[in-house]
T-cell receptor, first 116, second 118 residues
Framework: AQSVTQLDSQVPVFEEAPVELRCNYS??????LFWYVQYPNQGLQLLLK??????LVKGINGFEAEFNKSQTSFHLRKPSVHISDTAEYFC??????????????FGKGTMLLVSP | GAVVSQHPSRVICKSGTSVKIECRSL??????MFWYRQFPKQSLMLMAT?????????EQGVEKDKFLINHASLTLSTLTVTSAHPEDSSFYIC??????????????FGQGTRLTVV
C-alpha cells in the first residue's frame, strides 16, 4: 500500500515570492509521482509527473518538482508565485504496474494562499 | 491533454430522490473510469473503479447499492446516488484513463459535481 503525506495544510506567501510545497510518500514498490492543482469547485488539473529519468521535472505554469528517492520526497517549487496560483495542491502516487497506471493515492492537499 | 466532461456541475435534490452524474471522455476512449468523493477541505477518496463492460469495483466502505456505477461505453460512465440523504452531500469527481495499448498512462479529471441534498 502507498501513503502520501503533505506536511503543510496551508502555505501563505506573498506575490512574486518563491514557494515550496512539501510531499513525502511511503511505498513498498516503485511509484509514479504526480502533482495536481484544484481551483474552487473544479476538478483536478495535472501540473507535472515523474515517471522515470531525470529527477527534476518541469510542469505547467512555471512549477517544477524534484524526486528524491532516498528521502522519499517529491517537493513542488515555483520561483515566483502569482495571485492566480492560489489553489489547493495535491500530491499523488501510483504504483508501477505492467498494465500502466494503477489507482492514485492522494495526499490531503496543501492550500497555497498568495497575497499581494 | 485529453478532456473529461462531467455533468451536472451542481445539483440540488430532495432527500429520498436519486441523482445521476455523467462522466464523458470527449476525445479518447476511456477503458477505465474512477469515481472520487471529496469532503470539504479534504483529499479525494476513491469510491470505485469501473472498466468498460464490467461491473465496478468498489472500495471498502462504499455501498454499491447506494452508489450505482455504469460504464456501458468507452466514453461514458454514470454514477447514480440512490435515495439520497443529506449526508451524501459532497463534491464528486470522475477521472478517466485510456487503455495502455492506446497510450493511456494518465488519468484525466472531470470538473466535478457539487451535490447538495436538502
Amino acid at each position: 500500500a502507498q501513503s502520501v503525506t503533505q506536511l503543510d495544510s496551508q502555505v501563505p506567501v506573498f506575490e512574486e515570492a518563491p514557494v515550496e510545497l512539501r510531499c513525502n510518500y511511503s511505498s513498498s514498490v516503485s511509484v509514479y509521482l504526480f502533482w495536481y492543482v484544484q481551483y474552487p469547485n473544479q476538478g483536478l488539473q495535472l501540473l507535472l509527473k515523474y515517471l522515470s529519468g531525470s529527477t527534476l521535472v518541469k510542469g505547467i505554469n512555471g512549477f517544477e518538482a524534484e524526486f528524491n528517492k532516498s528521502q522519499t520526497s517529491f517537493h513542488l517549487r515555483k520561483p515566483s508565485v502569482h495571485i492566480s496560483d492560489t489553489a489547493e495542491y495535491f500530491c499523488a502516487v501510483s504504483p508501477l504496474m505492467n498494465s500502466g497506471y494503477s489507482t492514485l493515492t492522494f495526499g490531503k492537499g496543501t492550500m497555497l494562499l498568495v497575497s499581494p | 491533454g485529453a478532456v473529461v466532461s462531467q455533468h451536472p456541475s451542481r445539483v440540488i435534490c430532495k432527500s429520498g430522490t436519486s441523482v445521476k452524474i455523467e462522466c464523458r471522455s470527449l476525445d479518447f476512449q476511456a477503458t477505465t473510469m474512477f469515481w472520487y468523493r471529496q469532503f470539504p477541505k479534504q483529499s479525494l477518496m476513491l469510491m470505485a473503479t469501473s472498466n468498460e463492460g464490467s461491473k465496478a469495483t468498489y472500495e471498502q466502505g462504499v455501498e454499491k447499492d447506494k452508489f450505482l456505477i455504469n460504464h456501458a461505453s468507452l466514453t461514458l460512465s454514470t454514477l447514480t446516488v440512490t435515495s439520497a440523504h443529506p449526508e451524501d452531500s459532497s463534491f464528486y469527481i470522475c477521472s478517466a484513463r485510456a487503455g495502455l495499448r492506446t497510450g493511456g498512462t494518465e488519468a484525466f479529471f472531470g470538473q466535478g459535481t457539487r451535490l447538495t441534498v436538502v
